[in-house]
């Protein structure tokens, strides 16, 4: 044996090579391999999932379609004060002339109209009657277009119309997200909508609201199941997780409906309080269509992703624990609280990190029993994405969404501790 | 208070029954008494009640028959947390989300006693296992022999007056296991404490007990001091289990008080001494231990019974020899010789005679 250790320098393989090279070297094609192995995972997380998840984070900034529809307008608009109080000069108005032509002869003046519409109600109108008479437009002697414009549209003469097409030329806009945390540009830069236009900041609020009272019943009503699904005999502990998986297995649509079945003012759960005389048959309970439908069906739906990982973390505690505390002379209440809670810890945290999580984005049941109080942020995300169109609003929601998860996901693992979560 | 003839002792079992599912008892008929002070063993295979009493004793499990009684009172109808008895865990329970000395401050805190009494007591207790400085780890950083340590002392913390130990040592290796062996027992001795230890290791037994109990079958075998337990094994359940034991089967042919002739089962007669049979015509099964069989013809004793004997294998275990014999068309028949100077080294093949005095050799049941 040559004294290689004594030398002081790096440590040398059998044919001189320093170790650690040959290492990489032995290590490389084990992990070419394990690469090999999870690329058409990889390759379809990254085009199903990554990718549209980029495009639509993109969405909620992106602007372009205004510089692009109204090139000249655009252009010429960026030497204009908006502050001035004045109209801007009649080359602006020339280029706008020009441009609803353009726009109006490849029929995607409309458009450019609706996407200012977001900002300012009544562009569309403005955009739509113009562009109907802008194909007609001669170009090189038609003029003066200020008149022009005017006159086909009086809205041309007020500046906030000018305002807001310069305020969204630029190929990237905040408007998106302005108007997501209900604010917008006005003449001094971003401010408060009106208090009867904020829709979102409340929506918002009452999301997270209601995820927190789901995820709460959730912990309520999970925990003693899941304590005799760790603690009876075997067999009996199959029955019950058979119970328990059952309703997972069914369809989400199925068990939403059941609940509109005994919720309604008609509905089993009425007839039943009524027959026992607990409720008069005129008053009957409004329990569906509000934020009580909302959360009792979430709750239940949720029910299974908190016992689950509370099941597989009471599993691992051995009863020799609440044993041993008892026989140091605890009773069986101390026995629960000092000893055998806080090792259930991390199921309960488990189960509330996914519970919450899944609640704030989620879109079936609230919008199925919701009613209007009951809805969540989701439900106006959907709206935008398929029947108001407006994917850039739509794409800030979210963003925004997306960003509270993560907010919230690195509190608690500041909080309780990532490490400390255990899902089976 | 009403003594009965059975609870003069500290902890009495009186025909104890139990069983689980109301058709197999799993202990049977089971009459026990420790006394203040003394260390009991409960030693038996796995599934022979042993941990079950213990259970009971404990209050984990409740008796299906029978009066279990602790200091001449019924503890049948009190809940654990009201028996105030130490217990140590087969896996140490050993709270994981508690520091070592929070562990130790559990049951003193459970009684409500005073912080400054309650850091006294933890730090003299810790100081008892020698684990002075480890107050403020948690038990996944210790040891597997620290942690038993702190297993041991957060149940003798509350100074109790009866200890449980159920299979303590197990998950220890040998040299730590030897080691812990003497700790508790020096422990025991020196605080005067009560303790029923439960092990299926039948070394531990003997090493560290008064008095061991063999459980098999939900029964206690024999209840006897170490020494007589393996000299005088009363049944032969208890001579297999207990250390090992040579076995030639026959039937007894003659009885006559303190001695008896069996015809083994291949024509040979040897004398024994009748334990457990009592008329001629019985099987039985005849039980020499090892140790007591001698081939060396200058020290046979005076009186001693002979027989031929074919070597089959011979094993060098350092401090003694080991060597298998065919003795009586039996194969298994081993012998232990001290590897002194003057010994011989058998070969295999070589024919001898073997002897031992007919008080070693012990007829019991078949």
Not at chain 1, 173 to 186: E, H
Not at chain 1, 189 to 212: D, Q, V
Not at chain 1, 317 to 323: F, G, H, L, M, Q
Not at chain 2, 60 to 86: M, S, V
Request: glycine residues 8%; aromatic residues 8%.
């Amino acid at each position: 044996m040559s004294d290689m250790t004594d030398t002081g320098g790096p440590v040398l393989a059998a044919d001189g090579t320093p170790l650690k090279r040959s290492l990489r070297k032995a290590l490389r094609r084990q992990k070419m391999r394990a690469l090999l192995l999870i690329a058409p995972l990889l390759i379809f997380v990254l085009v199903s999932f990554i990718m549209p998840i980029g495009d639509m984070l993109y969405r909620s900034v992106e602007n372009k379609i205004v510089s692009q529809t109204l090139p000249r307008s655009t252009q010429a608009l960026s030497s204009w004060d908006a502050d001035s109080g004045e109209l801007p000069s009649e080359a602006v108005f020339a280029a706008m002339a020009a441009d609803l032509k353009e726009a109006a002869e490849q029929k995607i003046h409309t458009r450019v109209g609706s996407r200012l519409n977001y900002e300012n109600p009544g562009m569309s109108s403005v955009f739509r009657t113009s562009g109907r008479k802008a194909k007609k437009f001669d170009l090189e002697n038609g003029g003066p277009w200020k008149e022009q414009l005017i006159e086909i549209n009086e809205d041309w003469a007020d500046t906030d119309v000018w305002r807001t097409i310069k305020t969204y030329s630029p190929p990237v806009t905040a408007g998106y997200f302005l108007n997501a945390v209900d604010m917008r540009v006005g003449p001094d830069g971003a401010e408060m909508r009106p208090e009867r236009e904020r829709i979102y900041m409340n929506l918002l609020k009452r999301t997270l609201w209601m995820s927190l009272l789901i995820t709460f019943s959730c912990i309520v009503l999970a925990y003693p199941v899941a304590w005799l699904l760790a603690n009876l005999p075997t067999r009996k502990a199959n029955l019950l997780m058979i119970l328990v998986l059952l309703p997972f297995w069914t369809s989400l649509l199925v068990r939403t409906s059941a609940w509109k079945i005994l919720l309604q003012q008609q509905g089993v759960i009425n007839d039943v309080l009524v027959w026992i005389g607990l409720v008069d048959d005129n008053a009957r309970l409004i329990i569906i269509n509000n934020q009580f439908g909302t959360i009792v069906a979430m709750t239940h739906i949720l029910l299974p992703f908190m016992i689950l990982p509370m099941y597989s973390v009471m599993q691992t505690i051995p009863p020799s624990y609440v044993r041993a505390a008892k026989s140091l002379g605890a009773t069986d209440w101390t026995a629960f609280w000092r000893v055998y809670f806080p090792q259930t810890i991390p199921g309960i945290g488990a189960g509330s990190i996914l519970v919450f999580i899944l609640a704030i984005g989620y879109y079936i049941t609230p919008a199925l029993v919701g009613g209007t109080k009951g809805t969540f942020i989701s439900n106006q995300i959907a709206f935008h994405i398929s029947t108001s169109l407006n994917w850039g609003l739509a794409s800030a929601l979210g963003a925004i969404l997306l960003a509270v998860v993560l907010v919230l996901y690195w509190a608690y693992d500041k909080i309780v501790g990532i490490d400390n979560v255990k899902l089976g | 208070m009403a003594d009965t003839a059975s609870s003069d002792g500290f902890v009495v079992f009186d025909r104890v029954q139990k069983s689980y599912d109301g058709e197999t008892l799993v202990v049977k008929d089971l009459n026990l008494s420790v006394a203040r002070g003394e260390f009991l063993t409960m030693l038996g295979p796995s599934g022979s009640g042993k941990t079950t009493c213990l259970m009971m004793l404990a209050g984990f499990e409740t008796a299906t028959h029978g009066d279990i009684l602790l200091g001449g009172q019924p503890i049948n109808n009190i809940p654990p947390h009201k028996r105030g008895i130490g217990m140590v865990f087969q896996n140490y329970a050993l709270f994981p989300h508690m520091t070592v000395a929070e562990n130790l401050a559990f049951p003193l805190e459970v009684r409500k006693m005073g912080k400054s009494e309650r850091e006294a007591k933890v730090k003299r207790a810790l100081d008892m296992v020698q684990m002075g400085d480890f107050g403020g780890r948690r038990p996944a950083q210790l040891s597997g022999g620290q942690q038993q340590r702190i297993a041991l002392s957060r149940a003798l913390v509350f100074e109790p007056e009866l200890v449980l130990m159920d299979e303590p040592l197990g998950a220890l290796d040998k040299q730590l296991r030897e080691r812990m062996q003497f700790e508790i027992t020096r422990l025991a001795h020196e605080l005067g404490i009560t303790t029923v230890y439960v092990t299926h290791d039948q070394t531990e037994a003997l090493t560290m007990s008064d008095n061991v109990a063999v459980f098999d079958d939900g029964r206690i075998q024999q209840l006897a001091p170490p020494d007589q337990l393996y000299e005088k094994p009363e049944n032969s359940f208890v001579a297999q289990f207990i250390g090992e034991n040579n076995t030639l089967e026959g039937v007894v042919t003659e009885i006559s008080g303190d001695t008896c002739i069996v015809k083994l089962d291949d024509g040979e007669i040897l004398d024994a001494t009748p334990i457990n049979v009592s008329k001629v015509g019985d099987r039985t099964q005849v039980s020499i231990r090892p140790e007591r069989v001698e081939y060396n013809k200058d020290r046979l004793q005076e009186g001693a019974h002979t027989l031929k004997a074919e070597v089959l294998e011979f094993i060098y275990m350092g401090d003694i020899f080991r060597t298998r014999l065919r003795v009586a068309g039996n194969d298994e028949f081993v012998i232990k010789t001290r590897n002194a100077p003057d010994q011989d080294r058998l070969m295999p093949g070589q024919q001898i005679e073997i002897g031992w005095l007919p008080s070693d050799c012990r007829a019991l049941d078949a």
